[in-house]
């Protein structure tokens, strides 16, 4: 009998936070997260995690490796979604940053989206159809003290998902974007050890007096790429306990 082709959805950044929480989801949905991320030791720990998930290694700020894990997913099945969560955060008056510091978080936040993005567009061609979330931030529609530079690189991310979806529709791929507010993860709390704050603080200033779970954002992620979604490209999807809404 012939083994059913595995169905995959790629993950960048899916070793922990929310695109850990996103594999959890899209596994209970029928498909294979096939998660990447630059750490091996975390990697292990995630397929634990996740029952039926693969690990690749993978540095979203290289198209290299880009395109070797894309590679080396395919051997493993057909992939049907990507979801662009890699990413990484930091504060800093706008008259304190240096050039460094906008090299080096838009290689991430930005090359490491549309390079991903970029790299899987053959590969949804070649089976007619294909389905993308990228992880933006409520950064990306409201302004925050001390985050320009963070806001910045989700504004682009959000801008592009928005022009690459009028460009892919006629592929039949659809792409869309989340964008949490804070949200309880390992990124967070390195956040709050690196420029203070603490969860019951940044709960205040929620409408639901409260931050929000990964399994929350995970869920509309995987709604998102299922056909569940299918009339639903170049959206923007808030899921921030209505914290841009005051």
Known sequence: MKEKTRRLVLITGGTSGIGLAAA??????????????????RGGEAEQK????????????????????????????????????AGQYAEGLVENIRDE???????VNVFGVIASVRAVIPVF????????????SDAAVQGNIQGGLYSATKGAVTAFARSAALELAVENVRINVVCPGDIKTPLLERQFAAYGGSEKETAELYPLMRIGRPEEVGEVISFLLSD?????????????GGLTDW
């Open 24 to 41: 959890a989801c899209v596994a209970r949905d029928g498909y294979t997260p096939v998660l990447l991320g630059r750490n091996p030791e």
């Open 50 to 85: 996740v029952q039926g998930s693969r690990y690749i290694p993978c540095d979203v700020t290289s198209t290299k490796d880009i395109n070797r894990a894309v590679k080396e997913a395919e051997a493993m099945g057909r992939i049907e979604g990507l979801v662009a969560a």
């Open 101 to 107: 510091d906008m090299e080096n978080l838009f290689r």
């Open 125 to 136: 061609r070649k089976y007619g159809r294909g389905s993308i979330v990228v992880v933006s």
């Open 228 to 240: 569940r979604a299918s009339f639903m490209t170049g959206s923007v999807v808030m899921v921030d």
